[in-house]
C-alpha cells in the first residue's frame, strides 16, 4: 500500500490516477483504489474500487465501484496511444455524492455511480497478486474545488447542483397543431464517446391518423460545466439539440442549432430544465407529427388553427 493524504481543508473529494506497466500486468489481476479513506493506517477505512484485467488481447480493464448497481461496472479498453502502460484513474466527489472511475481511454465511458464516497481525506493505491512484481508510475492527485474554485471537472454542473446519470424528458403545454404531443416522455441516458459527455434520447411523437404509428426524434442534451455561475439564468450553460434530421421544429435553431433552457422557468434545485417554446407548422413536410404536412393546407385554409402549434420540453433527473 502507498498513500497520500490530500489538503486538510478540502474533505469534498479529488481526482487521482496512476498508471500501470503493461509488461507487469497478468491476466485477472487486481488493481485497487482505495478512496475518501478516514485512517491514515486503514486503507479499509475507504470505498475500494477495483480494476480487474479481464482480457490480455486486447488489453481489457474491468472496473467496479462497490455499492453503484449495474452502472457501477464497465469494461474498458485503454488508451491505444499509448502501448507500455495503461492509467485507470478515480473521481469521488462527496459533495455531490457520486464516483466515476475507469481507465484512460480513447471512447469508453467509465463507470458511474451514485455512491458518496465519504468525507476522508486519504486515498491508496494495492493490487492482489503477490507473485509477481507490479510496477505503478505517474501518480497523480488533485484537488475538485477549493471554498472558492472549482479546480477540477468531473461532472456537469447546474450551478452549484449536480444531476444523475438518468434524465427524462416530457412534452407539455402543446397547443393547437402540437396538442398530440401533450405529456410525450422518454429517457435521456449519460453517453461517453471519444472524449464527448452528453444525455441522449429518442422521443416518439405520434403521427397522423392516415400514417399511424410514430416518429422518432433524436435529442442530445449538453453541458458546459465551467459556466454555470449565472443565478439569473439557471441551465444557461446547458443545450439541447435534435440529432437525426427530423427536428419537427423549423424556427431559429431547430435542426440546425441548439437551445438554451428558459431562463424564467428553469430551475437548477431541483434539476429542471425547460426548452422552448418549439413550432410546429403544417409547412414542415420532415414531419407528420400529430398531422401530415400541408394538412391542412395554409394556401387554401390560412385562418385555420391547426397550421402552427407550439410545444415544451422539460428535462428533469431520475434516481436510475
Not at 493524504?5 to 500486468?25: K, M, Q, R
Not at 474498458?76 to 475507469?102: F, L, S, T
Not at 434545485?269 to 409547412?283: C, I, N, Q, R
Request: hydrophobic letters at 30%; glycine letters at 8%; charged letters at 20%.
Amino acid at each position: 500500500m502507498c498513500k497520500i493524504p490530500i489538503s486538510d481543508h478540502n474533505e469534498n473529494g479529488f481526482v487521482a490516477s496512476v498508471s500501470v506497466l503493461v509488461s507487469y500486468t497478468e491476466l485477472y489481476d487486481e488493481y485497487y483504489f482505495y478512496v475518501c479513506c478516514d485512517d491514515y493506517d486503514d486503507p479499509d477505512s475507504g470505498i475500494k474500487i477495483t480494476y480487474k484485467v479481464v482480457s490480455l488481447s486486447p488489453l481489457t480493464i474491468e472496473t467496479t465501484i462497490p455499492g453503484g448497481g449495474d452502472d457501477a461496472t464497465v469494461e474498458q479498453v485503454p488508451d491505444p496511444y499509448n502501448e507500455n502502460q495503461w492509467r485507470m484513474e478515480v473521481c469521488a466527489d462527496h459533495k455531490v455524492g457520486q464516483i466515476k472511475a475507469g481507465v484512460v481511454s480513447a471512447a469508453y465511458e467509465p463507470a458511474w455511480a451514485k455512491v458518496d464516497p465519504g468525507g476522508g481525506t486519504y486515498i491508496g493505491i494495492g493490487h492482489n497478486n503477490t507473485t509477481h512484481q507490479n510496477r505503478f508510475d505517474d501518480f497523480n492527485m488533485e484537488e475538485l474545488r477549493t471554498t472558492t474554485e472549482e479546480c477540477t471537472d468531473c461532472w456537469c454542473w447546474c450551478l452549484d447542483e449536480v444531476p444523475f446519470k438518468y434524465m427524462k424528458a416530457t412534452i407539455h403545454d402543446a397547443t393547437q397543431r402540437a396538442a398530440c404531443l401533450n405529456a410525450v416522455e422518454w429517457d435521456m441516458t449519460w453517453n461517453y464517446n471519444s472524449g464527448t459527455s452528453r444525455w441522449e434520447g429518442t422521443a416518439q411523437y405520434p403521427r397522423n391518423a392516415y400514417y399511424g404509428g410514430y416518429v422518432d426524434v433524436e435529442f442530445a442534451l449538453y453541458c458546459d460545466a465551467e459556466d454555470d455561475d449565472d443565478e439569473d439564468w439557471p441551465g444557461r450553460n446547458w443545450t439541447l439539440f435534435f440529432t437525426n434530421g427530423v427536428c419537427c421544429s423549423p424556427n431559429a435553431g431547430g435542426c440546425e442549432g441548439g437551445h438554451q433552457p428558459d431562463a424564467e422557468t428553469s430551475t437548477c434545485d431541483p434539476f429542471s430544465l425547460v426548452f422552448g417554446p418549439f413550432y410546429l407548422s403544417s409547412t414542415e413536410l420532415a414531419c407528420s407529427a400529430c398531422y401530415a404536412p400541408l394538412d391542412p393546407d395554409p394556401m387554401t385554409d390560412p385562418d385555420n388553427p391547426l397550421n402552427n402549434g407550439f410545444y415544451y420540453i422539460t428535462i428533469t433527473e431520475v434516481e436510475s
